[in-house]
């Protein structure tokens, strides 16, 4: 499978944006998905995991309540929508696809990695 997510950018603190991670060569539904980001100088860490079909989800503490994964199985599409952010929010996101069934946070579960896509939040 391969994954290519996009929608980064540069944001003032408060503001919205919306990543996509859009994959192909394996039916979408087989695998859950998850978004990792990376800030500078830091490790890369668990944001938010979806099931295969979209029912159960799981955040980090820190982005509860401004985050919302989803999927769309019809478009091969997932999305991290963000709402509130905070300069802290700053990363490079990458999405991440397993073939298990349950979402897990552990980086060494996935087996599939997007490219990233960079997000800044200006203060």
């Known amino acids: 499978v391969q994954l290519q997510a996009s929608g980064g950018g540069l944001v003032q603190a408060g503001d919205s944006l919306r990543l996509s991670c859009t994959a192909s060569?394996?039916?979408?539904?087989?695998?859950?998905l998850a978004w990792f980001r990376r800030a500078p100088g830091k490790e890369r860490e668990f944001v938010a995991g979806?099931?295969?079909?979209?029912?159960?989800?799981h955040y980090r503490d820190s982005v509860k309540g401004r985050f919302t994964i989803s999927r769309d199985n019809t478009k091969s599409t997932a999305y991290l929508q963000m709402n509130s952010l905070k300069p802290e929010d700053t990363a490079v996101y990458y999405c991440?696809?397993?073939?298990?069934?349950?979402?897990?946070?552990?980086?060494?579960?996935?087996?599939?990695w997007g490219q990233g896509t960079e997000l800044t939040v200006s203060s």
């Open positions: 979806i099931s295969r079909g979209g029912s159960t989800t």
């Open positions: 991440a696809v397993n073939w298990g069934i349950r979402v897990v946070p552990q980086q060494q579960s996935y087996h599939a």
């Open positions: 060569g394996r039916t979408f539904s087989d695998y859950t």
